[in-house]
């Protein structure tokens, strides 16, 4: 009876311990940006922890700020140091968590939309984002597609690829000033800092999957994400069919 009322109570102790645990890794995952404090030069692109070696001489002019403040002014989170980053919680739909199996199993209704306001070629989009929640968000932001590479177009600065011309037709007509919606999946953003997402329409369809299936677009598997099989099954497929770009 005693040792039964013993593991019993380490049970609920264990159990306890876990919850704790758990809230404190949550709270680690998603820290409140407004009270975070973070270090920052007046020039530098990055901001810091306090005790950044790459701050050690900038002296005086190193100031703390908020993590939002970081996050408003487009600061980047420094390599070196690794200071808090903001995940943008449950407001930034992130397709790798919990990770979907497929691309068309997304929650439409936690995406962000966003108006397009010019197609730039057959993966890239510029989009006009009316609320622009969470912060890292801006109102007007730059979109590559994420998963895919579709062939260079004339006025691009690389040489044209074969099918680039018809990938951006097709975007255009697809997508040129209609409202879409948005999610994301481990990386927001690129090296240039343009915004890393996957494109619905308001029917369901995500069109970083469609341009692959219909030979518009490339799977792009340099980088990983969520979608990389399903996105690779699609070109074996369009290949196969001899779709698009695949038709030379
Ligand atoms: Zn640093």
Redesign the pocket.
């Given at each position: 009876m005693r040792r039964g009322a013993r593991s019993e109570k380490t049970a609920v102790l264990f159990v306890f311990l876990l919850i704790l645990s758990c809230s404190v890794k949550a709270e680690q995952q998603t820290p409140d940006a407004a009270k975070t404090l973070v270090w920052v030069t007046p020039s530098g692109k990055?901001y810091?922890?306090e005790n950044?070696p790459?701050?050690k001489n900038s002296g005086s002019t190193v100031k703390s700020i908020s993590l939002e403040d970081a996050l408003q002014r487009g600061l980047e989170p420094?390599s070196?140091?690794n200071?808090p980053v903001y995940t943008g919680g449950a407001d930034l739909y992130r397709l790798n968590n919990p990770p979907l199996r497929s691309a068309r199993d997304a929650q439409l209704s936690r995406m962000i939309p966003a108006r397009v306001t010019e197609v730039v070629d057959g993966d890239t989009i510029k989009v006009r984002i009316p609320n622009p929640h969470p912060i890292q968000l801006k109102t007007d932001e730059t979109i590559r597609f994420l998963g895919i590479d579709a062939p260079e177009t004339s006025t691009s600065p690389r040489p044209a690829g074969y099918y680039g011309e018809e990938a951006k037709t097709y975007v255009a007509k697809l997508l040129g000033g209609k409202d879409i919606l948005l999610a994301f999946d481990w990386d927001l953003r690129d090296k240039y800092g343009r915004l890393l997402a996957y494109i619905y329409l308001q029917d369901g369809k995500c069109v970083n999957l469609m341009l692959v299936e219909q030979g518009y677009a490339f799977a792009y598997v340099h980088f990983p994400f969520q979608f990389m099989d399903e996105f690779t099954q699609a070109q074996a497929a369009a290949k196969k069919q001899r779709w698009g770009l695949w038709s030379r």
């Open positions: 990055k810091h922890k950044c790459t701050l420094c070196v140091c200071p």
